[in-house]
């Protein structure tokens, strides 16, 4: 459960919070998958496009749990062709030199966040700090951090051109009973060039409608 989906941490702009599946919304007085209750994020807040405007994606995300008070805020991250932990490859190149902007919404914090880092909320992304995605009913997750993508870098050796279609492989196996956390997964693969951990730019912007409706 997202930590915006609590009045007292969203300044009374609380986020939806989903049953342990992730599909229906139950408000936001069942307390936490990660802590023995029963609310998780919603699938329905996984990465998408607006069909028109490829070159934008949108996206959910925690920020540095000291930072604080950033619930419903909206930051546009730009590319610079660059990857974190000596990670620069053909598919991070990709994601500059084809002009390629995310914009994503504050849902959440986490403590093990940096600043300036954007932990994007991505089925198949890496469970992180908690596993809460263990009730959601999905296969294999990948490595604790990196996920799919990163078991992918390993398995490949490294060889950039080959991650997409065994990332894709993986998606369609982890998430064969969940149709829209494989959407999610596959935003990876597609939108984001199967890139781990791009370096970018960040400015805070006025928060677009299609990221406000799925919110709340």
């Known amino acids: 459960m997202p930590s915006c989906a609590w009045n007292e941490n969203s300044g009374g702009n609380p986020t939806k919070a989903c049953d342990a599946k992730g599909k229906n919304n139950i408000g936001n007085g069942a307390g936490s998958v990660c802590s023995g209750g029963g609310g998780a994020t919603c699938t329905s807040q996984i990465p998408f496009t607006v069909d028109g405007c490829e070159e934008y994606g949108f996206a959910f995300a925690a920020v540095p749990a000291s930072n604080g008070g950033q619930c419903g805020k909206c930051f546009q991250l730009t590319f610079t062709g660059e990857g974190h932990y000596n990670s620069t490859n053909p ?126």
């Open 91 to 216: 598919n991070t190149k990709r994601l500059k030199s084809k002009g390629k902007k995310l914009i994503v919404m504050a849902t959440n914090i986490g403590g093990d966040v940096q600043q300036g880092q954007f932990d994007i909320l991505i089925p198949g992304g890496g469970v992180g700090m908690f596993n809460g995605c263990s009730q959601m009913g999905w296969g294999n997750q990948g490595q604790q951090y990196g996920g799919l993508l990163s078991d992918c870098e390993t398995e490949k050796n490294y060889k950039a051109d080959q991650y997409a279609q065994c990332l894709t492989d993986k998606c369609n196996k982890a998430f064969g009973n969940d149709t829209e956390a494989k959407k999610g997964c596959m935003f990876l693969v597609e939108w984001m060039e199967s890139a781990g951990n791009p370096e970018h730019n960040y400015t805070e912007v006025e928060c677009p409608d299609v990221l406000k409706q799925r919110y709340k």
